[in-house]
């Protein structure tokens, strides 16, 4: 088991910046494979990042690629995601997972249904 709890979200002009984060606790956390994901009011969930257990390999949905960063911390148990030149269209709840992997230290995962453990989520509001 993990525990993820997510903070920073909050309203920013568009154009501006956020940073997420989300801390772990529970089992080691260097075991698990990390992402975010975001859902929009009337939508589904839907991927925006992930890395890996070594954070060396990165995945991004193609709407933040070159906007958003993720990176994780393995001293203070974290991952972050990094948002820049934010737009309406971002604006979500987004919600930290994270996913056991024991065979591979640089796979990375993209879909929902991979991940074990998520977070409550945080809202991030974009205005124009």
């Known amino acids: 088991q993990v525990q993820l709890v997510e903070s920073g979200g909050g309203l920013v002009q568009a154009g501006g910046s956020l940073r997420l984060s989300c801390a772990a606790s529970?089992?080691?956390?260097?075991?698990?494979?990390m992402g975010w994901f975001r859902q929009a009011s009337g939508k589904e969930r839907e991927f925006v990042a992930a890395?890996?257990?070594?954070?060396?390999?990165?995945d991004y949905v193609d709407s933040v690629e070159g906007r958003f960063t993720i990176s994780r911390d393995g001293a203070r148990n974290t991952v972050a995601l990094q948002m820049n030149n934010l737009k309406p269209e971002d604006t979500a709840v987004y919600y930290c997972?994270?996913?056991?992997?024991?065979?591979?230290?640089?796979?990375?995962?993209?879909?929902?249904?991979?991940?074990?453990?998520w977070g409550q989520g945080t809202q991030v509001t974009v205005s124009s």
């Open positions: 529970g089992r080691t956390f260097s075991s698990f494979a």
């Open positions: 997972a994270a996913k056991p992997m024991e065979w591979s230290y640089s796979s990375v995962f993209t879909k929902r249904v991979e991940y074990d453990f």
């Open positions: 890395i890996s257990r070594n954070g060396r390999i990165t």
